[in-house]
């Protein structure tokens, strides 16, 4: 490998591990399992938007790795839960119509997980920001450039949004 692959690979490795705050919206627990740093498999738990772990209600710090994970699993459950509530929607509004138009209106209309739209929506309520840096502060910084289309929803999410190394700003709290 050569130096610089070899110092390519390091930052990466080490912005993998920046701590980054997430937020579930849903009313569920997010549960997975993760095994990367170790033998045994680790449960990690983001809670329901009601509950607090001494984060904030609905919040937990993840390292990166684990933090993409969790925003492309969550968006992508989020989206799949609009996408059948419109089908059924649709197919409750075109049941009298010829199954060629009903599959037409259906193709057309229901939203898909790539949609780019949806996920600039979601993305900034679920992905709050960088709590901790692994590595310092050197972390890649895009530019302007032209935004890159990898086919990757989440990975052009971030990238394009610029928002994927903001730091976390925690918000303010007013009272009445």
Do not use: C
Request: no cysteine; glycine share 6%; charged share 35%.
């Amino acid at each position: 490998m050569s130096e610089i692959n070899a110092l390519d690979a390091r930052q990466r490795r080490m912005r993998s591990l920046d701590i980054i705050r997430v937020h579930n919206t849903t009313s569920e627990d997010f549960v997975f399992w993760s095994d990367k740093l170790g033998v045994a498999p680790k449960k990690t738990i983001v809670p329901k938007a009601q509950k607090d772990i001494g984060k904030g209600r609905g919040n937990n710090d993840l390292p990166r790795y684990l933090a993409q994970r969790f925003t492309k699993k969550l968006i992508e459950q989020i989206i799949t839960k609009r996408a059948n509530q419109q089908l059924k929607d649709i197919r409750d509004r075109d049941r009298r119509l010829p199954r060629g138009e009903r599959l037409q209106s259906e193709e057309t209309e229901v939203v898909r997980t790539n949609d780019t739209i949806t996920w600039e929506d979601l993305f900034p309520k679920i992905w709050l920001g960088v709590i901790e840096k692994y590595g310092g502060e050197d972390i890649f910084d895009p530019g302007d450039g032209m935004p890159e289309v990898t086919g990757n929803s989440l990975q052009d999410t971030m990238e394009n949004l610029g928002i994927a190394d903001k730091p976390y700003v925690k918000p303010e709290i007013t009272k009445k």
